[in-house]
T-cell receptor, first 114, second 113 residues
Framework: AQSVTQLGSHVSVSEGALVLLRCNYSSSVPPYLFWYVQYPNQGLQLLLKYTTGATLVKGINGFEAEFKKSETSFHLTKPSAHMSDAAEYFCAVSLYNQGGKLIFGQGTELSVKP | ETGVTQSPTHLIKTRGQQVTLRCSSQSGHNTVSWYQQALGQGPQFIFQYYREEENGRGNFPPRFSGLQFPNYSSELNVNALELDDSALYLC????????????FGPGTRLLVL
């Protein structure tokens, strides 16, 4: 079965510091991997996705993630946190042969201190 | 702007009632999927529709059903509501080849009393 684990339900960083949100997955076939952000009382916004090709994926708002097959990881990073980055972040995996069904992690709440 | 809209935004029902939630997908997207997000949890896949046919279903009972219309809009119906059905229901649209939803709507928050 496929699954996603996000390490750390809550991460706190100072403004300007590096953001690192961890995601590990399990999959028996090459996965498609996604990061979404959710602001309070809103739906999900796609930050970035990996399907095939280059393993370092750049997304919106300065975020990027690297697919590491050997580590089954897809960690999300941003060099310098901004107050507006405070939100809930979800990692998800989709299997190309399952029509786009997403399996989500439990989420990581990011707090940014001034 | 994503273009995925959902209605209503909030809904209160009592146990045993039935509810219909609606979703209009992003223009040009022929695949719509529905997710349930309980408080403090990640979204869980309910089902997906492609060209008006159900195309994948998660671990939800048959009282959760759906429709997709020729214009690719969609409905989620839940019968015999239970207290545990209280959640945020998210609709997402994508193209067939995108590998997963690209655009989510703002959701409908359902409270079952």
């Amino acid at each position: 079965a496929q699954s996603v684990t996000q390490l750390g339900s809550h991460v706190s960083v100072s403004e300007g510091a590096l953001v690192l949100l961890r995601c590990n997955y399990s999959s028996s076939v090459p996965p498609y991997l996604f990061w979404y952000v959710q602001y309070p009382n809103q739906g999900l916004q796609l930050l970035l996705k990996y399907t095939t090709g280059a393993t370092l994926v750049k997304g919106i708002n300065g975020f990027e993630a690297e697919f590491k097959k050997s580590e089954t990881s897809f960690h999300l990073t941003k060099p310098s946190a901004h107050m507006s980055d405070a939100a809930e972040y979800f990692c998800a995996v989709s299997l190309y042969n399952q029509g786009g069904k997403l399996i989500f992690g439990q989420g990581t709440e990011l707090s940014v201190k001034p | 702007e994503t273009g995925v809209t959902q209605s209503p935004t909030h809904l209160i029902k009592t146990r045993g009632q039935q509810v219909t939630l609606r979703c209009s997908s992003q223009s040009g997207h022929n695949t719509v999927s529905w997710y349930q997000q309980a408080l403090g949890q990640g979204p869980q896949f309910i089902f997906q529709y492609y060209r008006e046919e159900e195309n994948g279903r998660g671990n939800f009972p048959p009282r959760f059903s759906g429709l997709q219309f020729p214009n690719y809009s969609s409905e989620l119906n839940v019968n015999a509501l239970e207290l545990d059905d209280s959640a945020l229901y998210l609709c997402a649209s994508s193209s067939r080849t995108s590998g997963g939803p690209e655009y989510f709507g703002p959701g409908t928050r359902l409270l079952v009393l």
